[in-house]
T-cell receptor, first 113, second 116 residues
Framework: DAKTTQPTSMDCAEGRAANLPCNHS???????VYWYRQIHSQGPQYIIH???NNETNEMASLIITEDRKSSTLILPHATLRDTAVYYC??????????????FGQGTELSVKP | GAVVSQHPSWVICKSGTSVKIECRSL??????MFWYRQFPKQSLMLMAT?????????EQGVEKDKFLINHASLTLSTLTVTSAHPEDSSFYIC????????????FGNGTRLTVT
């Protein structure tokens, strides 16, 4: 799976939008971009995923650049409970390649009052 | 939404004993489950891929005889840490994939293993 690059840490003020960037310049056409987050001492939580179009759900929005080499996860109104490590992962869309997720170091987001 | 239950949430055992961790998909069938390990302040490291009814596939550097994986049904996979040592103390997390090529993985809440 392609590697991703994320900033090690970010701060965000409560109530403001949190924009988390991810670089995946070697992504192939067969790979989706997935975002997960991990709150301390819990299992990762699925947030959103996309292939090439922008996606939105009740948790977040995902903006993928036209060349697919980078993406941004947007939490529109960050709360203190959004403090977590956020992982951007590319994953093969080909079923028989297993679908495993390989985690990088992620971005530690701190939402401050 | 899809729920993955992991049990126990924490366990303390003595060096040399074995510990079994269960991972269940509660409301979906999971032909494939994954086991991860996470040390403090580090990211998740994939240990093995577990397929229902067949042998698990281990990642490089993971001892298959030490970390026994059984995936006997479509809703249950188990990880047994055999002859545990203090260096096996870690946070073990399982995940399961719903049927469908692009279904997201869902994770359990992890098991904190402490070997004394």
């Amino acid at each position: 799976d392609a590697k991703t690059t994320q900033p090690t840490s970010m701060d965000c003020a409560e109530g403001r939008a949190a924009n988390l960037p991810c670089n995946h310049s070697t992504i192939s056409g067969n790979e989706y971009v997935y975002w997960y987050r991990q709150i301390h001492s819990q299992g990762p939580q699925y947030i959103i995923h996309g292939l090439k179009n922008n996606e939105t759900n009740e948790m977040a929005s995902l903006i993928i650049t036209e060349d697919r080499k980078s993406s941004t996860l947007i939490l529109p109104h960050a709360t203190l409970r959004d403090t977590a490590v956020y992982y951007c992962i590319v994953r093969s869309r080909i079923y028989n390649q297993g679908g495993k997720l390989i985690f990088g170091q992620g971005t530690e987001l701190s939402v401050k009052p | 939404g899809a729920v993955v239950s992991q049990h126990p949430s924490w366990v303390i055992c003595k060096s040399g004993t074995s510990v079994k961790i269960e991972c269940r998909s509660l409301d979906f069938q999971a032909t494939t489950m994954f086991w991860y390990r996470q040390f403090p302040k580090q990211s998740l490291m994939l240990m093995a891929t577990s397929n229902e009814g067949s042998k698990a596939t281990y990642e490089q550097g993971v001892e298959k005889d030490k970390f026994l994986i059984n995936h006997a049904s479509l809703t249950l996979s188990t990880l047994t840490v055999t002859s545990a040592h203090p260096e096996d103390s870690s946070f073990y997390i399982c995940s399961a994939r719903e049927t469908g090529a692009n279904s997201p993985l869902h994770f359990g809440n992890g098991t904190r293993l402490t070997v004394t």
